[in-house]
């Protein structure tokens, strides 16, 4: 045990192990020792399309899409009632991955004007899109209710107004959500209850209540129901059950004044960075949060509104790997106050550009040499980047076989959502490529950047 591994992280009898639930479906180490996703060796995608690229398990994610609508659909059905699942476009979004969705029966959910273009370029129907954001510029605005959208959770007062307006001038009617802060925090594992809400999304409570009111004396905007989205990354229920308590006491006074068909819970269910994370399966997820809506509405007196979700995470991001190779390693020794212990540093060609969360949150991942298996002892490891900060860490912690060397290929385990959706150019670095693999095939959904694609946005330089 190497003093400067976090208590979390384990030393692992095999380094070499690909813990359960953290790693796509489909991965497996070939007879060779290997590893492959869909069918694909690493060696063989790194070769075709160059390192980092972004590997997704399409089947993984298509299956989990499947799976979530089933687990809300099912869990409603129990009670009665109905539910609906959107996927958070913005956790990954191409027209290849909307399309997957909706064959999976789950709408899109989008948050700037460019992931509702890409849905709709997909031709995902309009009323099968939700648009969220505290900012909604006019012009997307104008967009959105041109064509159709089905639902737009409106932010604040001046959207009431700015959406009011736009309908009426194009003659038509818009429905709307009203996203409130339930004042239930939800953090990584647990949620605390907080009396005022210090952030930027959504209405206070006794806010939605005239905002409510408001967009019911316009013509134009249609009141269908209260929105509510308490975090990302939570494990149990608890924050949901709590939430909805609360908002549905609003609900149930808002039915005083009229129909509220719909309650949007939200997303923000965990998935698995590392064996450490053990999040509950959808099902008992959808059941939980279902049972907690239906008691509560039982214990009201009223009915049970129509449920929507709206998961991104927990359906794109344990099918993605990240594949690296190492470049350099460096042991670095370390005073730990009563003696001295070494991290060895192994080095990749990419980092916080195409995967920002450990600088952005502190975010843990899960890492194995991708391109063989070791039996070298397990050596304490920090994953690095390339790029020109100290905080550009791939992984923070993790046990790699020691002999791990240049030229070995890495992959990082569950990076399908958040990290090409926030990837960047810092120091000139070109995005990656994302590709969708199975059934020992890969084709590009998102093509890699270029060196010309970076030089081509400069109009000082003529080429
Ligand atoms: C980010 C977000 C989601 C999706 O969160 P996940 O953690 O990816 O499930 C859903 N709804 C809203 C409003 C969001 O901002």
Request: include cysteine; hydrophobic fraction near 40%.
């Amino acid at each position: 045990m190497n003093p400067l591994a976090p208590d979390w992280l384990a030393e692992p009898d095999d380094a070499n192990d690909l813990a359960a639930g953290v790693w796509p479906d489909t991965i497996r180490r070939t007879k060779k020792g290997e590893l492959s996703v869909g069918g694909m060796k690493a060696s063989a995608l790194a070769e075709r399309y160059g390192t980092p690229v972004l590997v997704l398990d399409e089947l993984h994610v298509r299956e989990r899409a499947e799976r979530t609508r089933r687990a809300f659909e099912t869990a409603a059905a129990r009670h009665g009632g109905s539910a609906r699942v959107y996927y958070a476009g913005k956790a990954f979004l191409t027209s290849e991955v909307a399309r997957w969705m909706l064959a999976a029966g789950l709408n899109i959910d989008v948050c700037s004007r460019g992931e509702l273009e890409t849905a709709l370029a997909a031709d995902v129907p309009a009323e099968r899109i939700g648009f969220h954001g505290n900012n909604k510029s006019v012009s997307e605005l104008e967009r959105a209710i041109g064509v159709g959208l089905g639902t737009i959770v409106v932010d604040s007062p001046i959207e009431v107004e700015r959406i009011s307006a736009i309908a009426e001038r194009l003659g038509t009617s818009q429905r709307v959500l009203v996203r409130v802060r339930s004042g239930v925090h939800a953090d990584t594992h647990d949620f605390l209850a907080t009396a005022h809400e210090d952030q930027k999304f959504g209405f206070s409570l006794e806010e939605a209540e005239s905002a409510v009111a408001r967009i019911r004396e316009l013509p134009s905007v249609e009141f269908v129901g209260l929105h509510c989205h308490i975090g990302s990354q939570i494990f149990g229920v608890s924050g949901f059950r709590e939430s909805a308590s609360r908002v549905l006491e609003l609900h149930e006074r808002l039915l005083g004044g009229g129909p509220v068909p719909l309650l949007n819970l939200g997303g923000g269910f965990g998935i698995a960075y590392t064996r450490a994370d053990t999040p509950a399966e959808i099902e008992a997820l959808a059941d939980g949060i279902v049972d907690a809506v239906a008691n509560e509405c039982a214990a009201r007196g009223i009915d049970m509104p129509e449920l929507a979700f709206e998961p991104g995470r927990s359906i794109i991001g344990s099918a993605g790997i990240t594949l690296y190779e190492v470049g350099t390693t460096k042991p670095v020794v370390v005073d730990t106050g009563d003696g001295s212990a070494e991290r060895l540093y192994v080095a990749v060609d990419g980092g916080m550009s195409d995967n920002v969360r450990p600088a952005l949150y502190g975010a843990q991942y899960s890492a194995r040499i991708a391109s063989r298996t070791s039996e070298a002892p397990a050596a304490l490891v920090r994953v690095v980047g390339m790029h020109c900060e100290s905080g550009d860490i791939v992984v923070d912690n993790e046990y790699l076989p020691g002999d791990v060397v240049p030229g070995d290929l890495v992959a990082v385990a569950s990076t399908g959502a958040y990290s090409a959706a926030m990837a960047s150019n810092y120091n000139h670095v070109p995005r990656p490529a994302v590709v969708a693999v199975r059934d020992g095939e890969a084709r590009v959904i998102l093509r890699g950047e270029t060196i010309d694609d970076l030089l081509a946005r400069d109009p000082g330089l003529v080429r």
